[in-house]
Structures are given as structure tokens and as C-alpha cells.
């Protein structure tokens, strides 16, 4: 909210802006056409109807001015002009919010997997470094959970695999509603996950491991059983970097299939 307020407050201010140096400037120098800045600005950062309220009040400081400058202008002439700026301004909308809807879907197809809607790896990759650097900073705990979905294969070699996708998505929202809000899912790859959980200890990391093993098996019912390995880290090491944690993770992970899997198996660093 208080971002809103600075942002449409300097759009206000510069719409005020524009509107004293068209209303001081001899009618030789047309500067009503400098509130689309403020307009195409409202657009951009705070939407449609934002952008349609600063266009109308544009449209209503330009009327009188016109008419001030132009004292044998009609009424007729001055609504054409008006609404000639109106078309401009509103084709003008168009366009930057279909470029800010073009920018908003790049900027996830960036970091999140499209068919799971988790970050992709390489984007936890980079959330699991920011948070090992603010825990060399503050010294708090951090814990991940790496799981691989058990004997996947045959689920895409006996289901086909659109249901080996159906059955990925359903992981991710298993995970997403086994794991607490601040936890942070991605999807390594193939039917690898991993869950970041910052500033927990091992034994809540251990924890919620269960609850997510059990939220898998309970997600689909037996039809098809799927069940997955985890490998859980604990992180006190400030040296360590987010390829050591989750090689780490990784290889706890196959302990647990070596174990019988559908178990979890904690290691620190």
C-alpha cells in the first residue's frame, strides 16, 4: 500500500507538472500531449483502471486550458481534440500492457517449471544461496529436504506419460500443502524435488519429512502407489555452498532408496 501511494502520488504531482507548464507556455507550444507520460505511467505500474483515471483526468485539465489558448475554439473542435487524444492514449494503454503481460510471463517461465509451477533448479538454486548467505550473517539454521519419487518409471512405462505428468503435478501440490508457507518447493528435475526450509532445525526438518511421506502415499490412494526417498540436510556450516548442500541432500536421498525407500534419512554439515 505505501508503495501504491508513492507511485501514484509522483504520477499525480508530474500530471499537476505537465498541466502548469501547458497552461504558462503560448498556445504556439502544444504540450498537452506530455499526459501520456503520467497515463502510460499509471498503466505500467498499477494497471488498466489506474491508467483510465489519470486519461480522464488529463482529458478534463486539457479542456479548459484549449479553451484558453484557443478563445475562438468551439465546443464541438475542443471534444474532437479530446477525444483524438483519447484514441491515441488508449491504443497507447493497449500496447504497454500487452508488453507488461509479455514481460510477466517471461519473467516466470524463468523461474518456475511449467508443468509443476514450482521454482525450476536453477532458480532454488539461487534462493538456497541467498539464504546460506544470510545465515553466514546471522547464524540460524537451515534445513533441506531432497526427494526422489520412488520407481517412477513404472508409472510412466505402465500409465503412459501423461499420467506420469498428471502424477508430477500432484506431487508438487502434495508438497506445497505438507510444507509450511515461508518453506520454498522446487522441481531438480525428471521426478526429483526439493524443499527449502530456512531458519529450521533438524529435528522439525525430520518432522515434516513424515508429514510429507505421509501426505504422498495418502495423495493418490494406491492407484498408482507413489511413495518417494527423502534426504534430509541440516546446515550450521557457513562455508558451505548450495552445490555442497545439495550434493549432500542428494546422496542422503539414496541412502534412504538403498534402505527399502519410502523413508527419510537426516545427515548435518
Not at 488508449?90 to 508443468?115: K, N, S
Not at 534462493?127 to 517412477?152: C, H, M
Request: proline share 4%; net charge positive.
Amino acid at each position: 500500500m505505501r508503495r501504491r501511494i508513492l507511485i501514484l502520488g509522483a504520477i499525480a504531482a508530474l500530471t499537476a507538472a505537465v498541466f502548469l507548464a501547458n497552461r504558462m507556455t503560448p498556445p504556439q507550444v502544444r504540450l498537452g500531449q506530455l499526459y501520456l507520460v503520467p497515463v502510460l505511467l499509471a498503466a505500467w505500474y498499477e494497471g488498466l483502471w489506474w491508467g483510465v483515471a489519470f486519461l480522464v483526468a488529463a482529458l478534463l485539465l486539457r479542456i479548459p486550458v484549449e479553451f484558453v489558448q484557443q478563445p475562438d475554439a468551439t465546443i464541438v473542435t475542443v471534444l474532437i481534440n479530446q477525444a483524438s487524444f483519447a484514441a491515441v492514449a488508449g491504443i497507447t494503454i493497449a500496447g504497454f500492457l500487452t508488453i507488461r503481460r509479455t514481460q510477466t510471463q517471461l519473467e516466470d517461465l524463468v523461474i518456475h517449471d511449467p508443468l509443476t509451477r514450482v521454482l525450476n533448479a536453477r532458480a532454488f538454486s539461487e534462493r538456497l544461496a541467498q539464504e546460506l548467505r544470510r545465515n553466514r550473517r546471522y547464524g540460524r539454521p537451515l534445513s533441506l529436504l531432497y526427494l526422489d519419487l520412488d520407481d517412477f518409471k513404472i508409472v510412466n512405462d505402465s500409465h503412459g506419460h501423461q499420467t506420469g505428468n498428471a502424477v508430477l503435478r500432484l506431487v508438487a501440490e502434495a508438497i506445497r500443502g505438507a510444507m509450511r508457507q515461508a518453506d520454498i518447493v522446487g522441481r531438480m528435475g525428471g521426478d526429483e524435488f526439493a524443499v527449502l526450509m530456512p531458519e529450521t532445525a533438524s529435528d522439525v526438518a525430520e518432522a515434516a519429512a513424515g508429514r510429507l511421506a505421509k501426505s504422498l502415499r495418502e495423495a493418490f490412494h494406491g492407484n498408482p502407489s507413489v511413495t518417494a526417498s527423502i534426504g534430509i540436510v541440516s546446515c550450521t556450516d557457513a562455508a558451505v555452498g548450495p552445490d555442497d548442500v545439495l550434493h549432500k541432500a542428494d546422496r542422503a536421498m539414496y541412502e534412504a532408496k538403498s534402505k527399502g525407500k519410502d523413508q527419510a534419512v537426516k545427515v548435518a554439515m
